[in-house]
């Protein structure tokens, strides 16, 4: 038989512990990079996936996302706007208008307008503004242009693999089939 003080411990001991943790989950956040706002977290994610599907390890250590409504820099007035390391806060910094985000829906706009603040933050690209011959942008990095509005729409949506991989690699004059 198992004296009284050691039965306690033993089952006490994980209860209070599973209490411990349970309430430690509430308040801890786990996500790698904390101080990405939890609305933006999937396309982070996503982001960071595309980059391995494609062999790059980035460097996202104090990536930062986070609303500010409305953004005005400069005197002009964004829905978005992405800062990397060399930028005014010596990291990699997402700031997005809580109501041009809320408007927009559609997954996938979202995802490509978060994206193109990534492109100027991780991978330091700036605007790029070439067009197609049939009038699409060449780049998701465009700065003219609806970044929401990229590959969002059903008939737009496999155009999404270009445009990530030109994200990634910055094409020049590559010209996808659907395209020339
Ligand atoms: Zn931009």
């Excluded at 996500?31 to 996202?60: Q, S």
């Excluded at 809580?98 to 991978?123: K, M, P, Y």
């Excluded at 609806?146 to 155009?159: L, P």
Aim: aromatic letters at 16%; one cysteine or more.
């Amino acid at each position: 038989m198992l004296p009284i003080r050691k039965l306690i411990s033993k089952l006490v001991l994980p209860f209070l512990l599973l209490l411990l943790s349970c309430t430690e989950d509430d308040s801890l956040d786990d996500y790698p990079y904390p101080e990405v706002h939890p609305d933006f977290r999937i396309y982070v994610d996503r982001f960071i996936a595309e980059a391995e599907k494609r062999g790059y390890e980035l460097d996202y250590s104090g990536l930062t996302a986070r609303y500010e409504t409305p953004i005005i820099i400069d005197e002009k007035i964004y829905c978005g706007f992405g800062y990397n390391r060399n930028g005014k806060f010596n990291k990699p910094v997402i700031l997005i208008d809580q109501v041009c985000w809320q408007a927009e829906t559609n997954d996938l706009a979202r995802e490509s307008f978060f994206f193109h603040e990534l492109g100027h933050s991780i991978l330091y690209r700036s605007h790029r503004e070439e067009v197609f011959f049939n009038g699409d942008k060449q780049s998701l990095m465009c700065g003219d242009c609806n970044q929401f509005d990229i590959y969002s729409s059903t008939e737009d949506v496999f155009k999404r693999e270009y445009y990530i991989d030109e994200l990634f690699l910055g094409y020049n004059n590559y010209y996808p089939n659907w395209a020339k």
